[in-house]
Structure formats: structure tokens, C-alpha cells
């Protein structure tokens, strides 16, 4: 009930914002200091939420006598999908979105939504930290009125549900919560469940109510998001590797002056660097409370079960969407080297 009035406090205050802004008066100004708002699905114990403090901390620190970061954590201004739109009109500056939910903008993102991409977290992190290779795809979205900064690890996806998963039979007739990415639909139907996109926040009740049979996510999910409280299987299939990022709009970016734009660019990499810190430590705390506290089974099954089901999806998703075959290649090349490596 609490957290329901808080969001429609956070929703009414922004409509002010637009609303007054519409007849020349500009409410994202407070005591001379240009306002910047942030919007994050996450809750405020999140890695990434720890993450934008640093953001915030590092900004102020800097320009505090030009601007005041404000957080806004738990879809408290709508879906991640409305604050991307947000965003783009710049009604807020920042939001946290997903890559699936960039692929409607720009489809070179759908890349990080083919099941199986990274052959370890090694070769993940090394892609993701390559700054200047990424600086091209976070312009992609250029046209649609918002940019990217940095991006956030959210770790790798896996299945948890109401029953176990041990193989992928066991996903048979399954209605699994996916995000809204065609190719994360068709991974479902390749594993022979049934997808159900939907908003990360409607999750706990459609589990809860048998909406649908479960979702798959990271581990966080299980206690931050308190999905362990109605999901009680959780298997590592480990099924996709996708990062979560940093957007802000693009008039904002712009508008910037040569050194305040290299603060927020310092202050991304900071929320980066903090964030990848406090999610090992996370993720670690959030297995021993879903297991201890909640009751959660975590199931390590044979991966190249599920690897199986899904090994054609590369090759057609490459024919379908020419934007997304250099970062491919690359990626391909970063998980040879980093095997070689090892």
C-alpha cells in the first residue's frame, strides 16, 4: 500500500514537471541547480541502485553548485519501457533499461538477447569493458533522442519457478515470464515453454497467482524482488548473459559543456566500477538468503541440454539481422582469445 502511494506521488510530481513545463516554467530547476532525474526499476539495496549513488555522489562533488542528482528507485516513475520514453523526450534525464528493451530503438542490441552468446563471464566483462568498440553501439541510438553511457552486470539469466527444472523437458507447457524481446519469445518456444512478456514488476504477483509458472532472471530476483517468497526452484541453465545500461537523453548529453560532460562520463565509469563490486557480493548474499531464509532449491543441471535446444537460434538470428553480425564476429573473436587464455 505504501510503496503503491509512493509511486503515484513520484508519477503525480512528474506530470507536474511536463505539465508546468509546457507554459515556459522549468520545475527541474531547484535553488539555481539543474535538476537530474534518474529512473531504475531496481530497489534501493540493488548493485546498480549502489551504483547511481556513486553517480550522484561523484556529480555533486564535482558541479554540486550546477546540479542535484535525484534517484528514483522501484518503477516509481512507470515501467522501464515508459522511462526509456521518458527519457527520449526528456521529461527525465537517465533510466536504466535492459537491452531487450533497446532492441525497439535500435535492433544491434538484439545481439545480447541470442541464448548462448558468451562462453564465460570472462569473455563477457571483456567485450563490456572494451570502451572504444562499445562507444559504437551505444550511439546507435542516436535518432531515437537518448544515448548510451556505460552499462551495468546483471549477471547471467536462469529459469526459477513454482516446480524444478532439471532439463529442458521440464520447461514442457510452461508459461515463463520473458523479457520483451522477440528473440528471448522464440528462445521460450525453442525450449518448448510458452513466453509471457511482461513487466519485471508485475512478476511476484502473476508467479503468486499462477499468471504464469515462473521467469527467469538472476539470482537478486529471488530477494530483492522477494520472487523467492513464490518461487522455489532456481537452475542454473544459464541461458543468457545480458547487461543492463546506463541511457540518457541525448539534448541533455549534448547540452553539457566540455568539462561538465567529462564529470558525467567520469561519474558513469565510477557507477560501473562500483556497481560490478557490490554485485559479487550481492549475488552471493541473495543465494544464502534464498536458500536459508526462503527455502529456495538452487539445481546446477547438464547445460548442454539446454544448449542443444537453442544452437540453431544463433545462425537464424545472424540471416535475420544484418546489424547485429560485426558484434557477433567480435564477440566470437573475444571468446576465442579469452579460451585460449585459460
Request: hydrophobic share 40%.
Amino acid at each position: 500500500m505504501i510503496k503503491t502511494i509512493m509511486k503515484r506521488c513520484a508519477v503525480l510530481m512528474l506530470c507536474m514537471v511536463m505539465t508546468v513545463g509546457l507554459f515556459g516554467c522549468n520545475l527541474s530547476v531547484n535553488n539555481g541547480k539543474r535538476i537530474v532525474r534518474i529512473a531504475i526499476a531496481q530497489s534501493e539495496t540493488h548493485p546498480e541502485y549502489l551504483g547511481l549513488v556513486a553517480f550522484k555522489e561523484y556529480v555533486e562533488e564535482r558541479l554540486g553548485d550546477k546540479y542535484e542528482v535525484q534517484i528514483f528507485p522501484n518503477e516509481l516513475l512507470g515501467s522501464i519501457q515508459k522511462t526509456i520514453e521518458l527519457t527520449q523526450t526528456g521529461a527525465i534525464d537517465f533510466a536504466v533499461a535492459g537491452t531487450a528493451n533497446l532492441e525497439t530503438f535500435a535492433d544491434v542490441y538484439e545481439v545480447f538477447s541470442m541464448p548462448y552468446l558468451f562462453d564465460s563471464v570472462e569473455s563477457y566483462k571483456a567485450v563490456m569493458q572494451d570502451t572504444d568498440y562499445m562507444e559504437n553501439v551505444y550511439e546507435s541510438t542516436d535518432s531515437s533522442g537518448f544515448r548510451v553511457l556505460t552499462w551495468y552486470n546483471a549477471g547471467t539469466r536462469n529459469f526459477y519457478g513454482k516446480k524444478a527444472i532439471n532439463t529442458p523437458a521440464d520447461l514442457s507447457g510452461m508459461k515463463i515470464r520473458v523479457q520483451q524481446s522477440p528473440a528471448s519469445v522464440a528462445m521460450m518456444q525453442a525450449f518448448g515453454a510458452a513466453a509471457s512478456p511482461m513487466s519485471f514488476g508485475e512478476v511476484y504477483t502473476a508467479i503468486q497467482q499462477g499468471v504464469i509458472d515462473g521467469a527467469e532472471n538472476n539470482e537478486l530476483a529471488l530477494t530483492n524482488n522477494k520472487h523467492g517468497e513464490v518461487a522455489k526452484y532456481y537452475t542454473y541453465n544459464m541461458h543468457q548473459i545480458i547487461p543492463d545500461m546506463l541511457v540518457g537523453n541525448l539534448k541533455f548529453i549534448q547540452g553539457l559543456d566540455e568539462d561538465e560532460l567529462k564529470v558525467f562520463k567520469e561519474a558513469a565509469l565510477k557507477s560501473t566500477e562500483v556497481e560490478l563490486t557490490e554485485w559479487d557480493k550481492c549475488v552471493e548474499e541473495a543465494k544464502n538468503t534464498a536458500h536459508n531464509e526462503m527455502g529456495v532449491e538452487f539445481i546446477y543441471p547438464d547445460i548442454t541440454l539446454f544448449k542443444d535446444k537453442v544452437k540453431n537460434m544463433q545462425q537464424d538470428m545472424i540471416q535475420k539481422n544484418p546489424s547485429i553480425v560485426d558484434i557477433y564476429n567480435h564477440i566470437q573473436k573475444v571468446n576465442k582469445r579469452i579460451g585460449e587464455e585459460k
